[in-house]
């Protein structure tokens, strides 16, 4: 019995360390080794197309080669300070948007009848049937001359106030702009603020919102002192699959932003391909990296905090 009792034990702990083994290591196959890579490339020195070892042993002497010229030059040009810091402001204002836009639609998803609630899931989720490349590219349509969003938009006067924003380069022109760049945004990511709100606002507890009623609270106090505080958790979820990819977004820049858009995106593909100067690029990319580290760790810290409050 006592055999038979350490052999499930055994396997018991073996099932628990797999699955919990697993997700690490496909970040470490896929995310920590590649990135160590990169981090190589953005302090190696470059012999023709050869990338020098970091780390050599000659003579008896191990030597340590670190090129930091890179990462002071990223701090000494203002091209790639003005760069991320247009990334970062078109990323924060997209997840803005995406929460003003998202929240109302999520509550309305977790407060609707039961049986509706998959179909408006399915409507949420129902751009994901098609190609985000040809999404983006039915934005471009949409918005160029003689596009009907783009007609529309002219009819009711909208491009006069995208002008006097400064959102659009002129009158009834909204291709290659601010405006153009953060629709396209806001209309790719908004599933991903949208499914974590509703996830989280569909297991909120009424009663509470009963009893907030019965003592007297008005039902905005009670959404603004109950519902809110308990939809952090989706809210900082929502924000974050938001706010991440944005800053590092490609493709809609490229199609749908213009001059006055550039964002790290588009500076790392020319690093890239166009300078093929990947020691340059590799800087960039780490940096991106980094950036994108913060809120995650930021996120990360009030989980802590909030699964140590609820023990």
Avoid at 132 to 153: M, N
Avoid at 160 to 167: F, H, K
Avoid at 168 to 195: D, E, R, W
Avoid at 197 to 202: D, V
Wanted: proline fraction near 5%.
């Amino acid at each position: 019995m006592l055999t038979k009792l350490r052999t499930l034990l055994t396997w018991l702990t073996r099932g628990r360390t797999a699955v919990i083994g697993a997700p690490f290591l496909w970040l470490l196959v896929f995310f920590l080794l590649p990135f160590l890579i990169v981090l190589k490339i953005s302090v190696s020195e470059v012999d023709g197309v050869v990338f020098k070892d970091v780390v050599s042993f000659k003579d008896g002497v191990l030597l340590l080669a670190i090129k930091l010229s890179n990462y002071a030059f990223i701090t000494e040009d203002d091209l790639y300070f003005k760069t991320y810091l247009s990334s970062i402001k078109y990323a924060g204002v997209t997840t803005v948007l995406c929460l003003a836009i998202g929240y109302p639609f999520a509550y309305f998803m977790a407060r609707t009848k039961a049986s509706l609630q998959p179909a408006l899931l399915m409507l949420v989720m129902l751009p994901f049937w098609t190609s985000f490349l040809l999404r983006v590219y039915a934005w471009k349509g949409l918005l160029s001359e003689h596009g009907w969003v783009a007609e529309f938009l002219t009819t009711l006067g909208v491009d006069q106030l995208l002008l006097a924003a400064n959102l659009i380069p002129a009158a009834g022109k909204y291709m290659n702009s601010p405006f153009s760049l953060v629709l396209g945004m806001v209309y790719t990511y908004l599933p991903f603020m949208i499914l974590p709100l509703y996830g989280n606002l569909a297991k909120l507890d009424l009663r509470l919102l009963e009893a907030a009623s019965d003592l007297g609270a008005t039902p905005w106090v009670a959404f603004w002192k109950i519902t809110v505080p308990l939809s952090k958790a989706g809210i900082i979820a929502g924000s974050m699959l938001v706010f991440i990819p944005c800053i590092g977004e490609f493709v809609i820049p490229e199609l749908l932003g213009g001059p006055q858009t550039l964002m790290i995106g588009r500076v790392l593909w020319d690093e890239f391909f166009s300078n093929n100067d990947w020691p340059m690029a590799s800087t960039v990319a780490v940096v991106m990296v980094l950036l994108i580290l913060v809120p995650l760790a930021i996120f990360n810290r009030y989980q802590a905090i909030a699964q140590e409050t609820k023990r």
